[in-house]
């Protein structure tokens, strides 16, 4: 079978190693806690879905996974010099990151909103994106929360304070410190800010959707035969329901590091993902 492989997969057939991109802060989906080894629902999808996969397809039974850590900035560039087989955070597929990588099938979707504080009578201390002109409003560096901010800020000529941190976790602590008024990313990654907090129930998701975008995995571009298997055995976990038991220990139980449940039930636009899936781009899905 050796002979025949080529590309990631004969590396990792000749290494008997696969190299994993991990985040370390993309709460409930990447990220590191106690221990140097990261957890979340993606990195479960990676272990328990596709390493298991690729150890019976390539029949090595004692496959090594190494993890490597990515940001927003370097997570494509490591993908593309081969320092990363397989990037497994909550990165959007989008077309233009097409042109540079390829992405699996879907693994979860979200909207784009806002994190605020929660006010006395309980309501969001900012509700729309409307009430941030003039404000300081925090999101990640590289992501398409902080191209479509900067996007609205010009075209609505809003003179928001646009600030753009190394990572979530570094976002977050902008805003719980008073830095920034509120955050802008994806839903599910602001409910992981919510679970670390210091005081969990003093913050809300609120604001329309500025976009619907579906993460995927990121591998090199035009490596099919990696792509097929990756697709396979994540297609398969969709059909088994495996993946339902996934979503659930990371979005409606409790999680580390705080022992908080996100209490983040499954979206119909996700359980549609899932029934169907596709490695199509989130832009271009609308289009």
């Not at 976990?237 to 209490?263: C, T």
Request: net charge neutral.
């Amino acid at each position: 079978m050796g002979s025949q492989l080529k590309g990631t997969l004969k590396k990792i057939k000749d290494t008997g190693t696969i190299t994993i991109g991990h985040r370390d802060c993309s709460i409930p989906f990447s990220f590191l806690d106690s221990s140097p080894t990261p957890v979340g629902y993606s990195q479960a999808l990676a272990l328990e879905v596709v390493v298991e996969a690729l150890k019976k397809e390539l029949e090595i039974p004692d496959l090594q996974v190494r993890y490597n850590l990515v940001t927003s900035q370097t997570r494509i560039p490591l993908v593309q010099n081969g320092t990363v087989d397989l990037e497994c955070g909550s990165t959007t597929n989008t077309v233009e990151r097409q042109q540079q990588v390829a992405f699996s099938v879907g693994v979860f979707e979200v909207g784009t909103r806002l994190l605020t504080k929660v006010r006395d009578g309980g309501e969001p201390a900012y509700k729309d994106f409307s009430d941030l002109a003039g404000k300081n409003v925090v999101t990640t560096a590289g992501t398409t929360s902080e191209r479509l901010l900067k996007a609205m800020n010009a075209d609505k000529q809003m003179k928001m304070n646009v600030i753009s941190a190394k990572d979530h976790g570094e976002a977050f602590n902008m805003l719980e410190s008073g830095r920034a008024v509120a955050m802008m990313m994806d839903d599910a990654l602001l409910a992981g800010e919510i679970a670390r907090a210091k005081k969990p129930s003093g913050w809300v998701i609120t604001g329309t959707p500025q976009s619907h975008e579906i993460y995927g995995f990121m591998m090199r571009k035009g490596d099919d035969d990696f792509k097929t298997a990756v697709d396979k055995a994540l297609t398969r976990a969709f059909a088994s329901g495996e993946v339902h038991k996934l979503y659930d220990m990371w979005f409606q139980q409790p999680i580390r590091p705080k022992g908080v449940n996100l209490q983040f039930p499954m979206s119909d636009e996700l359980k549609q993902l899932l029934a169907h899936p596709t490695d199509r781009a989130a832009d271009e899905k609308r289009s």
